[in-house]
């Protein structure tokens, strides 16, 4: 399978090659032996890239919503004619299933078609009575430079519903993809290109967390859009610090759980947890991983469910797989080693995830469901795993008997 080539940093409406700076692998995690490409990491872009993005703030700004709608129209346009293109990326550098990949792509393309039907009226000028004599008028202005910090795990529809609210409402965008996935990102620019946006608008620079440390501590970024785990966004929240003017939006991370009561409907509880839990390979802020089971309903969910699981299937995209592989060596270890520690806190195992060999060398890996039987929570000493994202197919348990544990169970959570 080919490589793609690396166009560089996109800057004032051009691709540039950076001349020096770290050279960075992006893994296809499904086949190591065929990677998506390389890419050269220089964090001195984003001084480019905030330099352009400045200069075309003021007329881009001036420019009436409409105008910028009819920009953003051609990029709809280039992103449709790219479908599968885009899908095709994303399924390489994230490992997805085609079908999954697709259905982000979808969401990419209607996105602009919320915001133009809905968004648009959210910012108007509006006057307000407030009284007989007094009247006062509501009024929305663009922020400036925008960063955006794009996640790995949907790398197109995350960043595109960021990009597209920042540039319809007037805001430039310097957007730095995730280093796991940086040839989506250059898709993204190259619709961007195709739509004829003027120079500066938006730009794109590639690279890894120095580019993204450079993008968030910038004077001229005025709001940095992050999604992305709960340790790196304590650093962009602390590298912030100081700085009230700069807004920053953080989606990170979560630990969420379905509630399964005795009259659920069986097929439809089972149906849905397993999409809930294993699509994208657990890999979603989203993901269910905890059920929280009433005892009359534990048996017959408990055995269906294990049934269900021992039924998906794994493996490479364009084998049409439900489950592809996780995206990194390290999530693969993290989520071994977690099982373990799921033993030693005394979880009953249920299903022993363990490394899967698909004919590939891939960082394929089985889901594991573990059951937690005592009628208390696990305890703060024991939060490192009961209350830990682990962005992996791992299920945990707990049958809990009154409606009342049911809720302390599902709130007890650092996530909310």
Same mark, same amino acid.
């Given at each position: 399978?080919?490589?793609?080539?690396?166009?560089?940093?996109?800057?004032?409406?051009?691709?540039?090659?950076?001349?020096?700076?770290?050279?960075?692998?992006?893994?296809?995690?499904?086949?190591?032996?065929?990677?998506?490409?390389?890419?050269?990491?220089?964090?001195?872009?984003?001084?480019?890239?905030?330099?352009?993005?400045?200069?075309?703030?003021?007329?881009?700004?001036?420019?009436?919503?409409?105008?910028?709608?009819?920009?953003?129209?051609?990029?709809?346009?280039?992103?449709?004619?790219?479908?599968?293109?885009?899908?095709?990326?994303?399924?390489?550098?994230?490992?997805?299933?085609?079908?999954?990949?697709?259905?982000?792509?979808?969401?990419?393309?209607?996105?602009?078609? +919320? =915001?133009?039907?809905?968004? &648009? /009226? @959210?910012?108007?000028?509006?006057? !307000?009575?407030?009284?007989?004599? $007094?009247? %006062?008028?509501?009024?929305?202005?663009?922020?400036?430079?925008?960063?955006?910090?794009?996640?790995?795990?949907?790398?197109?529809?995350?960043?595109?519903?960021?990009?597209?609210?920042?540039?319809?409402?007037?805001?430039?965008?310097?957007?730095?993809?995730?280093?796991?996935?940086?040839?989506?990102?250059?898709?993204?620019?190259?619709?961007?290109?195709?739509?004829?946006?003027?120079?500066?608008?938006?730009?794109?620079?590639?690279?890894?967390?120095?580019?993204?440390?450079?993008?968030?501590?910038?004077?001229?970024?005025?709001?940095?859009?992050?999604?992305?785990?709960?340790?790196?966004?304590?650093?962009?929240?602390?590298?912030?610090?100081?700085?009230?003017?700069?807004?920053?939006?953080?989606?990170?991370?979560?630990?969420?759980?379905?509630? +399964? =009561?005795?009259?659920?409907? &069986? /097929? @439809?509880?089972?149906?849905?947890? !397993?999409?809930?839990?294993?699509? $994208?390979? %657990?890999?979603?802020?989203?993901?269910?991983?905890?059920?929280?089971?009433?005892?009359?309903?534990?048996?017959?969910?408990?055995?269906?469910?294990?049934?269900?699981?021992?039924?998906?299937?794994?493996?490479?995209?364009?084998?049409?797989?439900?489950?592809?592989?996780?995206?990194?060596?390290?999530?693969?270890?993290?989520?071994?080693?977690?099982?373990?520690?799921?033993?030693?806190?005394?979880?009953?195992?249920?299903?022993?995830?363990?490394?899967?060999?698909?004919?590939?060398?891939?960082?394929?890996?089985?889901?594991?469901?573990?059951?937690?039987?005592?009628?208390?929570?696990?305890?703060?000493?024991?939060?490192?795993?009961?209350?830990?994202?682990?962005?992996?197919?791992?299920?945990?348990?707990?049958?809990?008997?009154?409606?009342?544990?049911?809720?302390?169970?599902?709130?007890? /959570?650092?996530?909310?």
């Amino acid at each position: 399978m080919t490589s793609y080539q690396f166009r560089g940093n996109y800057i004032n409406g051009s691709f540039t090659r950076p001349k020096t700076g770290n050279v960075i692998r992006s893994e296809d995690p499904g086949d190591l032996a065929c990677p998506a490409g390389t890419i050269v990491s220089d964090p001195s872009a984003v001084q480019s890239a905030c330099e352009s993005a400045k200069k075309a703030f003021p007329k881009w700004k001036q420019l009436s919503p409409v105008e910028r709608l009819n920009c953003l129209t051609r990029y709809q346009k280039a992103v449709n004619k790219r479908t599968k293109d885009l899908a095709w990326c994303i399924s390489r550098e994230t490992g997805k299933t085609l079908l999954e990949s697709e259905t982000e792509v979808r969401g990419m393309a209607t996105k602009l078609d +919320v =915001m133009a039907n809905q968004g &648009l /009226s @959210l910012i108007q000028n509006k006057s !307000i009575q407030m009284d007989e004599h $007094t009247q %006062g008028i509501t009024q929305h202005r663009a922020h400036g430079i925008v960063g955006i910090i794009g996640p790995f795990n949907v790398p197109g529809h995350i960043a595109n519903g960021q990009l597209i609210p920042s540039l319809l409402t007037g805001n430039t965008v310097v957007y730095k993809p995730s280093e796991l996935t940086p040839f989506v990102g250059q898709i993204i620019a190259e619709c961007l290109h195709a739509a004829g946006l003027p120079k500066g608008v938006f730009n794109l620079v590639q690279g890894d967390g120095r580019v993204g440390a450079a993008l968030t501590t910038h004077s001229e970024v005025k709001v940095i859009f992050f999604t992305g785990s709960v340790n790196i966004g304590k650093n962009i929240h602390q590298l912030c610090a100081g700085n009230p003017q700069k807004l920053l939006a953080l989606e990170m991370g979560g630990k969420n759980a379905s509630i +399964v =009561m005795p009259d659920a409907p &069986l /097929s @439809l509880a089972v149906k849905e947890i !397993i999409h809930g839990a294993f699509a $994208t390979t %657990g890999q979603r802020c989203s993901s269910t991983s905890r059920i929280l089971l009433h005892p009359q309903a534990a048996k017959k969910f408990i055995q269906a469910f294990h049934q269900a699981v021992d039924e998906l299937s794994i493996g490479y995209f364009t084998d049409q797989p439900f489950m592809g592989p996780l995206s990194q060596k390290g999530f693969v270890h993290k989520f071994l080693n977690a099982q373990k520690t799921a033993d030693k806190l005394g979880y009953r195992t249920l299903k022993l995830g363990k490394k899967h060999s698909q004919g590939r060398n891939g960082h394929y890996v089985t889901p594991s469901i573990h059951l937690w039987e005592s009628q208390t929570l696990p305890g703060t000493d024991k939060a490192d795993y009961w209350d830990l994202e682990l962005f992996a197919p791992n299920v945990d348990i707990y049958l809990i008997k009154s409606e009342e544990d049911l809720a302390t169970f599902n709130n007890a /959570s650092q996530y909310g």
